[in-house]
């Protein structure tokens, strides 16, 4: 991870890092709850009987589109935050779609999303499970 900026030295790229990814996955979970209000309301509300699958698959699209097209969905721009792979470029379709998984596979196991979370709360980089997994950062685009 020599690639990436140091915490030590450079805090700035850290800091509060922690907090805006908690408002970002808030945002981010509230607008994809919009899609699926739109969807269901497409179908005339049909889609309702398969809500888990309309979320799942929203979800895992604009999560991958999102941060494809500009290492972080919309939650994490407006926190004004990003991902950055382990040498510190943006991420592309591919790790996007590796990170989402990550994130898919924290969600469907509590257990893993709470070790993610204290994680990210207790390293120096604020890296969750995935994070760490796959060698990425989360960093202030600010900084």
């Not at 926190?79 to 990550?102: N, P, Q, W, Y």
Request: aromatic fraction near 14%.
């Amino acid at each position: 991870m020599t690639h990436l900026p140091d915490p030590e030295n450079q805090p700035e790229f850290y800091q509060s890092v922690s907090m805006k990814r908690f408002f970002a996955w808030l945002f981010d979970i509230a607008f994809v709850s919009l899609l699926c209000t739109v969807a269901i309301l497409l179908t005339f509300g049909m889609g309702f009987f398969i809500l888990a699958l309309i979320y799942a698959v929203i979800s895992f699209v604009y999560r991958v589109v999102t941060i494809s097209n500009g290492s972080a969905t919309l939650g994490m721009r407006f926190m004004g935050i990003e991902l950055r792979d382990s040498f510190g470029a943006r991420m592309d379709t591919g790790k996007a779609v590796a990170h989402t998984a990550g994130y898919f596979v924290s969600m469907a196991f509590p257990v893993l999303q709470i070790i993610s979370v204290i994680m990210m709360l207790t390293s120096a980089r604020c890296q969750g499970l995935t994070d760490t997994f796959l060698g990425t950062v989360m960093i202030n685009q600010r900084a």
